[in-house]
């Protein structure tokens, strides 16, 4: 949903950067079923990253029966740079929290149609060859019906391991290279 950044008082004009709270006025399309609005809020500034907002206040909601209904939030974090048209992307949470991690775009690799990462998981050292790394890398398909901004949400996470988020395409192109002819 897109709000409206308006700043009041003396914190400066929108489309610069902020020197206090800003308040921003979100209009919920009457066809949106979210009952009741939620409390807190993200929203992306002008470089896309996201900061907290909480609701100030919230149109009576007997009054908005088939019209759009309105919710201010608040930002509290000063310094921040707004867009020049004043309109701001709101995110709102919607249903159960979820447990799980976000992939970054970086660590997600495609091959035949799916989307995959890779991990590494510690290995026990070897003893007879010291050159031998104490990890390896593997390859974990991932879902991709939830894509976040910047990257995908996974529900179960990966456990102990780590996703590398840089230098998966070089790790893909390493695992294939024994499948290309050598001349």
């Given at each position: ?7 009041l ?25 979210l ?7 993200s ?40 867009p ?17 991690v ?82």
């Amino acid at each position: 949903m897109y709000g409206l950044a308006v700043s009041l008082g003396a914190n400066g004009p929108v489309g610069s950067q902020s020197s206090g709270p800003t308040e921003i006025r979100l209009v919920i399309p009457a066809a949106t079923t979210l009952d009741p609005i939620p409390s807190i809020a993200s929203v992306e500034d002008a470089t896309g990253q996201r900061v907290p907002a909480r609701m100030i206040i919230k149109e009576d909601s007997s009054w908005s029966i088939g019209r759009a209904r309105t919710a201010w939030y608040r930002v509290e974090q000063s310094g921040i740079r707004w867009p020049s048209d004043l309109r701001v992307r709101v995110r709102l949470p919607i249903g159960l929290p979820r447990q799980g991690v976000i992939v970054p775009d970086s660590a997600v690799v495609w091959l035949d149609g799916k989307a995959w990462v890779y991990v590494t998981r510690a290995v026990a050292p070897d003893a007879s060859d010291a050159s031998k790394p104490a990890e390896e890398f593997g390859r974990r398909e991932i879902p991709v019906d939830a894509q976040t901004t910047g990257g995908w949400f996974v529900p179960d996470g990966f456990g102990d391991n780590r996703v590398v988020v840089e230098g998966a395409q070089l790790l893909l192109s390493t695992e294939y290279q024994s499948d290309v002819p050598h001349e």
